[in-house]
């Protein structure tokens, strides 16, 4: 019995060590996945609750900007490389100004473009979630920005979201009328 035990103890360190053999193995090749690109525009979409009204803008890396009593401030903006798995993080600062014109920081954290539900900033009257990442905007820069470096520009009118054109000037066309069946 006791040879069992011992045999049973045995087996149950050999697997151990295979599987941290295996760990270790698998380590770079996730660390090499892991390449994030750093973005100079983080892009926010805000809900007024007032009106009703969403509204999506785009921020400079350390600029901040006022949306309602909110003033927004990306610190970071990081995505992967389409060959990955999407992933947008950002580091966001929020601070809101009081009815006695204080500033009182009330976020100051990591959001995920993937879940804007667990990761915003809601606010009894506003609500603040990253949507996004950028390399550059249609919106100029800061006179004082020293972010990351911006990758072009957006042409005025230009959806930056948008895909490439596929050189259609046809919409969906009209749709015929159903034989009459009388």
């Known amino acids: 019995m ?4 011992d045999t049973m103890k045995a087996v149950k360190r050999l697997g151990a060590g295979l599987g941290i053999a295996a760990m270790a193995m698998v380590t770079p090749l996730v660390s ?12 926010f979409s805000g809900l007024d609750k007032i009106t009703g009204r969403i509204i999506s803008f785009d921020v400079y890396i350390g600029e901040t ?13 990081h995505t992967r490389p389409q060959t990955e798995s999407p992933l947008t993080t950002g580091f966001v600062q929020v601070d809101e ?8 920081r009330i976020y100051s954290g990591w959001m995920f473009a993937a879940s804007p539900g667990l990761h915003a900033v809601e606010h009894p009257v506003y609500d603040i979630w990253l949507t996004d990442c950028k390399l550059a905007s249609s919106v100029p820069p800061p006179e004082d920005y020293a972010g990351p470096p911006i990758k072009g520009t957006v042409a005025e009118g230009e959806d930056p979201l948008a ?7 046809t919409g969906p066309g009209v749709p015929r009328p159903k034989p009459f069946q009388g």
């Open 163 to 169: 895909g490439p054109d596929d050189g259609l000037d």
């Open 2 to 5: 006791a040879d069992q035990f």
């Open 65 to 77: 900007v006022q949306f309602g009593a909110l003033q927004v401030t990306p610190r970071v903006c």
């Open 97 to 104: 100004i009081t009815l006695n014109n204080e500033v009182r």
């Open 32 to 43: 090499a996945n892991a390449q994030k690109i750093e973005n100079p525009v983080a892009v």
